[in-house]
């Protein structure tokens, strides 16, 4: 498939989170055309189903049944949520490689672009690493089971791998905070391991402190490769159900707890702020209670807490 | 200036509306290359210097200064934020010619657009009705005074005009909810009387009942001539202060008290809700005001409704 997307390093998103969010992702786009668009990007699949990574023109989805493995997305797949772009590095980003020097994690990985960030604060970031990470941890999402359930339902029975060592290319976007309606603002990355076999959603990483000793790869040794976005295209499903279903604003709350997928500590303190509410709030509870997205912002927060609650609170 | 947009009926917007509340609105592109991206649009120049309304090609500039009046836009202006589109009306929605039907104001507009909006929840319409309004109010947002202004600062002084009968032409966009951080969530239309000499944002108006009858014109009794928007294409300054000042995602608060101009009964809610909120939340008010968002949409309430306090509060 030719990619017709000679806009070097501008985004091409399909859909947005807040339909996936709004359980908006059964129908979408074929695989064949979303190609057309770029060179490195990530998705999902119809109805949900597992993780898509596109790497230098290929396609990989990761589905999310238990016996299933790596895929090649076929041409006729349906796509419902990507983002795209035909990935040219502009900057690169050299890794620290002492074991002196702080360790390069999701966490960290905003520290590392604070050159780039400072004076690029509103724009959106691609970002390429090809290394061997000490540690990582990925999650693919779980098709979904019927249409009422959305992705902060699927979050909470989302397949996490933690991988040992791995050597493999972390790809994908930052994206500002006032984007939150459109898609997940900070680092939304997927990662494919060098055999192909083994990826996903990134949830955390540890960058190894040798990495630069490894054999030779794609971007090997020159770092976080990184490309600044400032023209974003946008194409809004033309399909029914993007029709007729109400999609609301979402908080970044809501989108981090769909997207983040194992935020312990952002639950922690959500589930802080909820009790607080409760217990402050009093006898305005039911005015607060009548607020769709305090509530959809509840939901959302308990159902991607669901498998820390019997540690959290027994 | 040709217009090199040949996809009809995409949406072509430079910046957001989050960039102008965060005050980014000095620098810009200059009027030249953006009226090549569309025939119908709206925008503002730089420092937030009035309105702009672009009516088949031809772009009106209101600018703010009291003994000015309208203006052609230069090519060398330099515009901070436009949205604009070639124009194909794919819908035409009859108005209510009767003095039994409901009157058309901008608050029944969207009862008017229901057929469309029903199976259209989520994209973007263009809109342009030209007709007889029994009234119509319009707002000149004035130029700030300094780079510490916003758009909330300057909206609190703005040069309000309550117009007669007066015939002419609305333009502007309906935009989903979930677009929050990046335009206006609802309508956001300008006005261009029909000879060109009065115009602005549009606060307010009312069809006159008996409009079909009048004098042909661009559109005249076909009533709202609509087009659905599937496709934005956002472009992000490459300027200086783009790249350094951080931009909040907004609240449909904050949008609606910049954007929305006289927003009287709004603000009377808002006010309500601050108030209750100081008055329920009692100690937990200091973690309330840590806010930032919370503070910046109280700030943004306060600015819009200076000018009702008086007949509000005393």
Chains 1, 2 share one sequence.
Request: proline share 4%; charged share 20%; hydrophobic share 35%.
């Amino acid at each position: 498939m030719a990619n017709t997307n000679t806009n070097t390093n501008t985004l091409y998103q399909y859909s947005t989170i807040s339909a996936l969010l709004s359980g908006i992702c059964t129908e979408g786009i074929d695989a064949a055309t979303l190609l057309d668009k770029g060179t490195y990007g990530i998705g999902t699949c119809s109805d949900l189903d597992g993780e898509i990574t596109v790497m230098n023109s290929r396609a990989y989805h990761f589905p999310s049944t238990a016996t299933a493995t790596v895929r090649r997305l076929s041409p006729t797949d349906t796509i419902p949520f990507a983002m795209l772009t035909t990935f040219q590095p502009t900057n690169t980003v050299p890794l620290p490689t002492t074991t002196t020097s702080e360790k390069v994690t999701l966490k960290t990985l905003s520290e590392l672009l604070t050159p780039i960030l400072d004076t690029n604060k509103n724009t959106f970031l691609s970002l390429r690493l090809t290394t061997t990470f000490a540690w990582l941890t990925t999650r693919i999402i779980p098709r979904r089971r019927s249409p009422e359930e959305t992705l902060a339902d699927c979050a909470s029975r989302q397949k996490v791998t933690n991988h040992g060592r791995s050597r493999g290319t972390l790809f994908g976007f930052w994206s500002p905070a006032y984007t939150v309606g459109i898609g997940v603002p900070g680092f939304h990355l997927h990662f494919l391991s060098e055999d192909g076999e083994n990826g996903g959603h990134v949830l955390d990483f540890e960058v190894a402190v040798e990495h630069d000793e490894d054999s030779e790869g794609e971007g090997e040794g020159r770092g976080l490769e990184v490309a600044v976005l400032r023209e974003v295209r946008v194409e809004l499903p033309d399909t029914e159900e993007f029709g007729r279903v109400d999609v609301e604003a979402p908080t970044a709350e809501m989108v981090r707890g769909a997207e983040g997928g194992q935020p312990l500590s952002f639950c922690i303190h959500m589930y802080g702020v909820v009790i607080l509410d409760l217990i402050v709030m009093g006898g305005n509870w039911e005015q607060k209670g009548k607020n769709k997205n305090y509530l959809a912002s509840i939901k959302s927060v308990r159902e991607t807490t669901f498998y820390f609650q019997n540690a959290f609170f027994t």
